[in-house]
Antibody, heavy 119, light 108 residues
Framework: EVQLVESGGGLVKPGGSLRLSCAAS????????MNWVRQAPGKGLEWVSS????????YYADSVKGRFTISRDNAKNSLYLQMNSLRAEDTAVYYC????????????WGQGTLVTVSS | DIQMTQSPSSLSASVGDRVTITCRAS??????LNWYQQKPGKAPKLLIY???SLQSGVPSRFSGSGSGTDFTLTISSLQPEDFATYYC??????????FGPGTKVDIK
């Protein structure tokens, strides 16, 4: 059974940092591109960042470029998101999601971890 | 960036109703269109991929159609567990994926 389990969320002050993790199991993690998608309270879904299977290709939404860093450790079946210079508008539930190879939909999602940026 | 719009933003319907949600892309995306269902407090769930293909395990009352810029998600006979918010998502410009704003389906 495919499982994605996020951790690392919490309350942080503006300008602070946080590192999210996503532990994957039940599939060959090293074969898939992985993504972070976020959802602000009461709002829609926003793609945040993508990393290819071998970490060769990395992309960010303009809203987080220069502040967030995505990475992965295929030996540990884990995905990460280092978030620096956090702003109030970064407050959201952060989901890790697997990108399906053929149709590029997100076929598996974690349960999400809440990041709250507030003084 | 490719912009996605959805209509309506919300709708009220009864169990057994046929429900149609529309999604429009700001440019042609061929059939690179996926649909998700999200219930409160839960992660989104993939329903339809490539505009019209049913994801494994999804009931056949869900169907999708369209290509180019205009797409529809249809629920043929609304069930109690279908009350949720539905999002379309374009994967034409992968990895720079964009979602529609969502359509909330609630009970009339």
């Amino acid at each position: 059974e495919v499982q994605l389990v996020e951790s690392g969320g919490g309350l942080v002050k503006p300008g602070g940092s946080l590192r999210l993790s996503c532990a994957a199991s039940g599939f060959t993690f090293s074969s898939y591109s992985m993504n972070w998608v976020r959802q602000a309270p009461g709002k829609g879904l926003e793609w945040v960042s993508s990393i290819s299977s071998s970490s060769s290709y990395i992309y960010y939404a303009d809203s987080v470029k220069g502040r967030f860093t995505i990475s992965r450790d295929n030996a540990k079946n884990s995905l990460y998101l280092q978030m620096n210079s956090l702003r109030a508008e970064d407050t959201a539930v952060y989901y890790c999601a697997r990108l399906a190879v053929v149709h590029h939909g997100f076929d598996y999602w974690g349960q999400g971890t809440l990041v709250t940026v507030s003084s | 960036d490719i912009q996605m719009t959805q209509s309506p933003s919300s709708l009220s319907a009864s169990v057994g109703d046929r429900v149609t949600i529309t999604c429009r892309a700001s440019q042609s995306i061929s059939s690179y269109l996926n649909w998700y269902q999200q219930k409160p407090g839960k992660a989104p769930k993939l329903l339809i991929y490539a505009a019209s293909s049913l994801q494994s395990g999804v009931p056949s009352r869900f169907s999708g159609s369209g290509s180019g810029t205009d797409f529809t998600l249809t629920i043929s006979s609304l069930q109690p567990e279908d009350f949720a918010t539905y999002y379309c998502q374009q994967s034409y410009s992968t990895p720079r994926i964009t979602f529609g704003p969502g359509t909330k389906v609630d009970i009339k």
